[in-house]
Structures are given as C-alpha cells and as structure tokens.
C-alpha cells in the first residue's frame, strides 16, 4: 500500500502495513517507511 512519508516529502509503499481502527470505528492502516523507518498511517480501507 501506498502512503505519504512526512519525512522523506514522497509517495512511499509502506512496509509492514497492517490494518487498524481508529478511535471513532473508521478503518486505516499503519506502517514505516522503507527509507527512513518513519511510521506512516494512511486512512481508509486498505
């Protein structure tokens, strides 16, 4: 899945990608950025 690194300013696939619900029951997905390891969250079903 493709999410957006804050830090590295670019379009990313994220790595370890699993999916998550947030507190108010809407789907998304978190992960880290292969480049730099910063963790990535992208909302919405993935």
């Not at 300013?9 to 370890?16: D, G, L, Y």
């Not at 978190?30 to 993935?46: A, E, W």
Request: aromatic share 4%.
């Amino acid at each position: 899945m493709e999410a957006y690194c804050l830090k590295c300013r670019e379009k990313r696939e994220m790595q370890n990608a699993t999916p998550t619900t947030m507190k108010n029951g809407k789907p998304a997905t978190t992960g880290s950025c292969p480049v730099c390891s910063t963790k990535m969250y992208r909302i919405g079903k993935g």
